[in-house]
């Protein structure tokens, strides 16, 4: 069972308008959700995290957004740049003494066309 | 600041070799420290992760172990690499429980 899914496999934006990476997730117990990005032939990198108390943040070009109630979140990219080409990862978290432990979606290609 | 090492890059194995990855991290003490592969077209799956030496819980059951000998060094073995091994191999370590976990550059292991 995918607790995280990210549906939209790939998602191709024109230079200089705004991308919305979308992610949804069945478990109402995860206390942090993040992004991370990724070239290829690297590891992820971190980008942006959101609280479950919270319902936005934001940092630079980048904005998460999260609906607890559809139990949905999204990241948006503005304006969106050629070098933000990548894989977007959706991660969600649950805190534990056993250490925090993400769920990954499956990922998002996005492509911002010059 | 805090630096994570993976190695090697690539590895191309036959099938029924052995497999060692390491992963070390530094400017850190007492992390978390993870292992996950990525499968061709598909999102991170957790493998392992360790909360302090010598200690290691898996997430999946599977041909692979881990092990950790120092509080900054994860380890990745199999005694006989099946081809369903195949993959590109991270390693991760976070501080603290709600931290973001970082990821090192990854192993691409191939098995012919």
């Known amino acids: 069972d995918q607790q995280v899914k990210q549906n939209s496999p790939s998602l191709s934006v024109q230079e200089g308008r705004i991308s919305i990476l979308n992610c949804d997730y069945t478990n109402s117990m995860f206390d942090y959700f993040l992004w991370y990005k990724k070239y290829p032939a690297e590891g992820p990198t971190f980008l942006i995290s959101?609280?479950?108390?919270?319902d936005k943040n934001e940092d630079g070009r980048f904005t998460v957004f999260l609906n607890k109630s559809a139990k949905h979140l999204s990241l948006h990219i503005v304006p969106s740049q050629p070098g933000d080409s990548a894989v977007y990862f959706c991660?969600?978290?649950?805190?534990?003494?056993?250490?925090?432990?993400?769920?990954f979606g499956g990922g998002t290609r996005l492509m911002v066309k010059p | 600041s805090q630096t994570i090492h993976q190695w090697p890059a690539t590895l191309v194995q036959p099938v029924g070799s052995p497999l060692s990855l390491e992963c070390t991290v530094e400017g850190t003490s007492n992390p978390n420290l993870y292992w996950y592969r990525q499968a061709a077209g598909r999102g991170l799956q957790l493998l392992f992760y360790s909360v302090g030496i010598g200690q290691i819980s898996s997430e999946v059951p599977q041909n692979l172990s881990a092990s950790r000998p120092q509080d900054r060094q994860f380890i990745l073995s199999s005694k006989k690499l099946l081809l369903s091994d195949s993959g590109f191999y991270l390693c991760?370590?976070?501080?603290?429980?709600?931290?973001?976990?970082?990821f090192g550059d990854g192993t691409r292991l191939s098995i012919l």
């Open positions: 959101i609280s479950s108390i919270k």
């Open positions: 991660a969600a978290l649950i805190v534990n003494n056993a250490g925090n432990m993400l769920t």
């Open positions: 991760a370590w976070s501080q603290g429980s709600s931290q973001p976990q970082h």
